[in-house]
């Protein structure tokens, strides 16, 4: 008989049912044989081949009722086997006499079953054999029927026992391969049911491109009906610019055997395209050959608007920064503008209110209101200042020059000016150097080091009220630990940290009843960082507060 060329599908179901086949079967000793429709042989397990010496590939494709049937045989059980193959009978046992070597006749007896098409998509037939073993016999069959009667009777009796065990075994095999076939189906129909109703779009095509199933997500995302694509391209369902490049991606599948997350459009029914990412598998045979792609398509529509949105974002936020940084940088020569324009003024008014000072000797009223005017410049020449300073900072424009100074007269230059300055005579001032002079040599910048401790001079000044304020260092391993203590009102835990920041005070009625714009100590803060140290402070409301900040002890000039 000729075998009839299978559809693609049909092709495919065939060969998958091969897998399993091989799977099941290989392994035992019994004989088993798989056959298409027509009797064709499509694959045999390693026990057929041991028995009759014959490989795979020699008996496939082979007519089953020629190649294992001897002639004699065939016309006996011809009837049976074409009634199986017209669908007559589900099952058939057809007994055959097969010479294996001229030494060793075997009877085989093999119960042939037809593979039901509803369950696996296919027909088929699956043929299982029993060997039945004969007593040794020196002459071969066709001399055996020649024997006497008495010697052909013992034989039959001998088979007929063979016989009976055989059918027994035959049976649990028959029970064993409808529950084999049972647990298929039931694999069948559950890969089925979860493929077509996976919420994720699946298809599979056949080698050539063409789609050979598709789930319902893909279907209701792209529009169409499941006749309309089955066979069909899957180049059509792409964008143009996509279809240029669908052939080297196929030829890359095949040859590794999977694709991971490919960006692609697929073009639905109505011509919407939908972004998507792609993961496709190559599915082989039982020979190792390509039989179809399974593929898993996502669809990133959202996603790439996502995107979108985020780098529209993304530029947007970076046009607003430049604008920030741009107001800033205006902002910063505005303000170095305003203070040099203030600055040339009040110097001006800070030197003849001086001159007015020292010129008016026994006139007390003139001498009371030329020292108001200098103390007011004074005052608001540091707040020009100190705006400048923050500008600076904020804009990354200051710098540091260190040079080679003397940690002790700083100190003692400072200790002079405030215990000499009338406003402070009420206050007592205390200084602490327990290094000597030549130890306390180290580099810095001078500038930012006093205004350091001039702004916590200034504030424990300010807030000790007549109390008593400590200024001095401690050498602590590779750092100085410089610090300035007041008895005054003293600083909440909560509102420590928050007094370092820009225009911030302890307390809003602090700058009412105290004076002062919350800058001077955010600008210690960032001069302590800019010469590598830290400050901190320690206070407890009602008990004074304590600020320290470290130095370090080595260091080079620029």
């Known amino acids: 008989m000729a075998r009839l060329q299978s559809s693609g599908i049909q092709q495919e179901k065939l060969d998958r049912w091969v897998q399993v086949f091989s799977g099941m079967f290989d392994s035992t000793t019994q004989l088993f044989i798989l056959m298409d429709v027509h009797g064709i042989i499509l694959h045999v397990n390693p ?8 490989s795979q590939h020699e008996l496939r494709d082979k007519e089953w009722f020629k190649e294992f049937l001897h002639p004699e045989d065939q016309q006996r059980e011809s009837q049976k086997y074409i009634d199986l193959l017209a669908e ?9 006499e097969r010479e294996v070597g001229q030494e060793k006749p075997l009877d085989l007896l093999w119960n042939l079953s037809r593979l039901q098409a509803e369950y696996f998509g296919f027909g088929g037939i699956i043929a299982v054999g029993n060997v039945i073993a004969l007593p040794p016999r020196t002459v071969n069959r066709r001399t055996s029927r020649e024997e006497p009667c008495k010697q052909l009777s013992l034989e039959h009796t001998v088979a007929r026992g063979h016989l009976s065990r055989s059918k027994k075994r035959i049976e649990e095999l028959e029970q064993k391969l409808q529950e084999v076939e049972k647990k298929a189906s ?29 789930n319902r997500a893909w279907l209701d995302k792209m ?4 006749e309309e694509v089955i066979g069909t391209p899957v180049v ?5 610019n996509m279809r240029d490049i669908y052939p080297q991606l196929i030829q890359k599948l095949l040859e590794v055997g999977e694709i991971n997350n490919i960006k692609a459009i697929a073009v639905t029914r109505t011509g919407k395209e939908i972004n998507v990412q792609v993961s496709s ?10 039989l179809i792609t399974m593929t898993m398509i996502s669809d990133i529509s959202e996603m790439k608007k996502s995107e979108e949105r985020q780098k529209l974002l993304t530029k947007k936020l970076r046009e607003s920064k430049n604008r920030a940084e741009e107001s800033d940088r205006l902002k910063s020569a505005f303000l170095q503008n305003l203070s040099h324009e203030i600055r040339t003024p009040m110097n001006a008014i800070c030197g003849f209110s001086q001159l007015i000072q020292n010129a008016t000797h026994g006139n007390e009223k003139i001498a009371k209101y030329s020292h108001i005017i200098a103390n007011s410049s004074n005052q608001l020449l540091s707040i020009v200042n100190n705006i400048l300073t923050i500008s600076s900072l904020e804009t990354k424009q200051e710098r540091v020059n260190l040079h080679r100074v003397n940690i002790n007269a700083i100190l003692r230059e400072m200790y002079a000016m405030y215990t000499n300055h009338i406003a402070y005579r009420h206050t007592k001032i205390y200084l602490e150097t327990p290094l000597p002079d030549d130890e306390m040599n180290l ?27 400590d200024f001095g260092y401690e050498k602590k391993g590779d750092f100085f630990r410089l610090y300035v203590k007041d008895d005054g009102i003293g600083i909440p835990l909560d509102k420590q940290k928050l007094i370092f920041e820009r225009f911030r005070q302890a307390d809003d009625s602090i700058g009412e009843l105290f004076g002062g714009t919350g800058l001077g100590l955010t600008i210690s803060k960032a001069f302590v960082e800019l010469l590598g140290g830290k400050i901190w402070l320690e206070s407890t409301p009602g008990r004074g507060a304590q600020f320290y900040f470290t130095h370090p002890c080595s260091g080079k000039a620029d």
């Open 443 to 469: 580099y810095t910048d001078e500038t930012k080091f006093k205004q350091i401790l001039t702004n916590l001079l200034n504030n424990a000044l300010r807030f000790a009220n007549g109390g008593r304020v």
């Open 281 to 290: 598998r190559v599915l082989m045979d039982s020979q190792g050959s390509p």
């Open 88 to 96: 007559k009978h589900n099952s058939v046992s057809i007994y055959c």
């Open 47 to 54: 026990s057929v081949e041991k028995l009759l010496g014959k």
């Open 223 to 226: 529009e169409y009906t499941l």
């Open 236 to 240: 059509n369902f792409l964008s143009e």
């Open 186 to 214: 039931e694999t069948e129909i559950l890969y089925k049911t979860l493929y077509y109703n996976s919420p994720v779009m699946l298809q599979s095509t056949d080698i050539q491109g063409n789609i050979v199933s598709v």
